[in-house]
C-alpha cells in the first residue's frame, strides 16, 4: 500500500518531480467535468459506484484485464489526452504539508529526475502549481459528481455489460462499471428531456455513451502488447431496472 506522508523539507528536499511519468497500475482513473469530452476522444468513459458514499462518480477506463493502463509504455502515457488524476498521482491536499500538499512517497513520478520540489532549501515553484491544480480538479470532480447525481435522481444509471473473450475461449466479465440507459432516456417525458437539454446534461449523456465505443481500441492495445488475444463478446447496457 501507498505511503502518503505530509511535504516536509527534511523529508523530502532532495526528490524531484518527472511529470512525463505515468504509474501503469491502474484500470479505472476519475476524471472532472472539463475532461469529459477530450477523454472520450481516447477512452471509454463510464460510472463507478463509490463504495464507501453508494454515489457515482464519473471514470476512464484505461485497462482491461487486471490493473494495468494500456496506455502506458516505458513510464509514459501514449494517449492524446492524459486525466489530470493521472498527471497529479504523485501528491494529495494536506493542509499540514508545505504548499499545502502531501506527497506519495512511492509513486513513480517522484525520484531524482524531473522538477525539484525545492529549491535551495525554499519550496520551488512547481508546488504551488500542483497545490492549484489538485484544487482545480477537485472542484472539477465536484462538477462530474453532481452532474451523475442528477442522472440518478431521474433514474437514468443503468449496469454496462462487458465481457471479453480470449483466444483460449475463457471470459472475462469486467464488473462494477455502469452507464447511461439510452432506453431510459427515451422513456423521459419531453419536459425532462428539455430541461436536460438545457442544462447541458443530455449533450454529456451523448458523449458517455458513444465513447463506448473505444472499449475496442484498449482491446487493441491490449492485444498489441503480446498478451492473450482479447475480443469483444457483448458490450451492452443493462436497459430494465435503474441501478
Not at 62 to 70: A, E, I, Q, S
Not at 142 to 160: E, M, Q, S, T
Request: proline residues 4%; negative net charge; hydrophobic residues 45%.
Amino acid at each position: 500500500m501507498s505511503t502518503v506522508r505530509a511535504l516536509r523539507r527534511a523529508d523530502h528536499a532532495t526528490l524531484c518531480f518527472d511529470r512525463t511519468v505515468v504509474g501503469a497500475e491502474q484500470r479505472v482513473v476519475q476524471i472532472g467535468l472539463s475532461e469529459l469530452v477530450f477523454a472520450a476522444a481516447d477512452m471509454p468513459l463510464c460510472l463507478a459506484k463509490d463504495a464507501s458514499t453508494g454515489r457515482f462518480n464519473l471514470v476512464a477506463l484505461v485497462g482491461l484485464v487486471g490493473p494495468v493502463n494500456l496506455f502506458v509504455h516505458d513510464r509514459r502515457f501514449h494517449a492524446t489526452y492524459c486525466p489530470r488524476a493521472l498527471q497529479l498521482s504523485a501528491f494529495r491536499l494536506d493542509q499540514n504539508g508545505v504548499a499545502g500538499l502531501a506527497i506519495v512517497d512511492d509513486d513513480p513520478a517522484i525520484g531524482t529526475s524531473g522538477d525539484p520540489l525545492f529549491l535551495d532549501a525554499e519550496p520551488s515553484p512547481l508546488l504551488t502549481d500542483v497545490a492549484t491544480a489538485l484544487k482545480g480538479l477537485v472542484a472539477d470532480i465536484g462538477a462530474a459528481r453532481d452532474l451523475v447525481d442528477g442522472y440518478a435522481a431521474d433514474n437514468l444509471i443503468r449496469p454496462l455489460n462487458l465481457v471479453l473473450q480470449g483466444t483460449d475461449s475463457r471470459e472475462h466479465v469486467i464488473d462494477g462499471l455502469y452507464t447511461i440507459g439510452t432506453e431510459a432516456l427515451m422513456r423521459l417525458p419531453n419536459d425532462e428531456v428539455v430541461r436536460l437539454h438545457r442544462s447541458g446534461a443530455l449533450g454529456w449523456a451523448g458523449v458517455l455513451t458513444a465513447s463506448l465505443a473505444q472499449v475496442e481500441r484498449l482491446c487493441q492495445l491490449h492485444n498489441a502488447a503480446g498478451q492473450q488475444q482479447l475480443r469483444i463478446k457483448r458490450l451492452s447496457c443493462d436497459d430494465g431496472l435503474g441501478a
